[in-house]
């Protein structure tokens, strides 16, 4: 029998295992533009491509599959960043989707609905959730002009493959917003840590490969405005979503952040694992406007569809049942668990907002909650109704 000479990979990552001195040592790297002979140039570390020149090089498929390979390069290997200048290049067609965004954050005000940011405190910052939806339905002719977009596509393809899931949400920072704390994205960066730490290390390194991060300046961004600040490499670092909350790495990000100003038109792209956030405006009269998109991958869904709600109640009965005959409450859970959806998204964040954290209930957790406290069935299926209204977009 031969003696492993090296130790087993841990199941799990754990927030003792986040070396900030580690984190350190894998960032300590410099951007090669030689590397990346499509980029324009590298500035504080971060990759700067033309669009135009992008649309040349993918002009044939040998083309184009030596773009796609140095994207994805760029969001794993490389910085983990990159902005393309002039990716939309007709601004008539961003200002007019960006008329259509102001139209939606004075409705949703006047309405009393207007929403904050996940990462920032409440303030001069604005919210548009579901903006593509709402674009689609208000503007249709300005949504068919502004994602008949060829950088997106070929970013988001090259990333994610075919069959990729747009998402959008407006980001609005008046003079005087304030920055959002650095964190990593969607899906472990919106769980707290000790729901993170509960997935295997293989899941914190596949979660980025199922999104793609990207913005869309809709104004021209100078830094005192507060465009985004990123930590190149930071995606790298296999324990991030563990240690993004911590001061250490906190701290280590406001000492070596970079900052970038954009151009309207222009979008930046970034692996979700990297460490980023919106800075603050600091301007005297640039209201900073974004379409923040997130495209998500093909294959993040079950393969049959199932009526949970449906579910839920049919089962209800029989788990109450078994709650008040003794049942192992762990073992009941795994029923529940089977009967549920246990993960609170995709969902309508107008109507079902963030609890006690960065995500809105999970029916798994309503549920539970029913047993706990000994609902009657007429109120286990009213709430059950509710939470899947609030996840409905009609009427929103």
Known sequence: MSVPTTRPAPLRFRESDCDVEEFARLLDRRT??????????????????????????????????????ELVRALTEGPGVLLV?????????????????????????????????????????DRVWNALEKLAV???????????????????????????????????????????????DYHLGFLSDPVAARYPAHVHLLSPVLTLQGAVAHSDMPVESGPTLYLPHSHRYPQGYLAWRRPE???????????????????????????????????ADVQRVANLLQVSSAFGRAMETVDRVRTAKAV????????????????????????????PFPTNLDRDPNVDGLTPLSQT????????????????HAELDAYAARRRTDGA
Do not use: C
């Not at 957790?365 to 286990?380: K, M, N, P």
């Open 32 to 69: 090669d533009p030689a590397d990346y002979p499509h980029a324009r140039e590298v500035a504080q570390g971060v990759l700067l491509y033309d669009a135009d020149r992008l649309r040349a090089a993918v002009a044939d498929e040998a083309g184009r599959e030596a773009v796609e390979g």
């Open 85 to 125: 200048r002039g990716a939309f290049p007709d601004l008539d067609v961003v200002d007019r989707v960006t008329a259509a965004f102001e139209a939606m954050i004075a409705e949703e005000r006047a309405a009393g609905t207007a929403k904050g940011d996940h990462f920032a405190a409440a303030g001069a910052n």
């Open 138 to 184: 208000r503007d249709p002719e300005a949504f068919v002009d502004y994602y008949a977009n060829d950088v997106l596509a070929l970013v988001a393809t090259a990333w994610l493959g075919p069959g990729y899931q747009v998402t959008s949400q407006v980001n609005v920072v008046r003079p005087g917003g304030k920055a959002q704390d650095p964190h990593r």
């Open 249 to 283: 790495f906190r701290a280590y990000f406001a000492e070596h952040r970079v900052q970038l100003p954009l151009a309207k038109g222009d979008a930046a792209f970034f692996n979700p694992a990297l460490f980023h956030g919106a800075g603050s405006n600091v301007s």
């Open 316 to 343: 209800h009965p029989a788990l109450a049942a078994r709650w008040a005959g003794g049942l192992d409450p762990e073992l009941l859970a795994h029923a529940v668990t089977a009967a549920t959806d246990g993960y």
């Open 365 to 380: 957790e309503l549920l539970r909650r029913a047993l706990d406290e000994g609902w009657d069935v007429e109120r286990v």
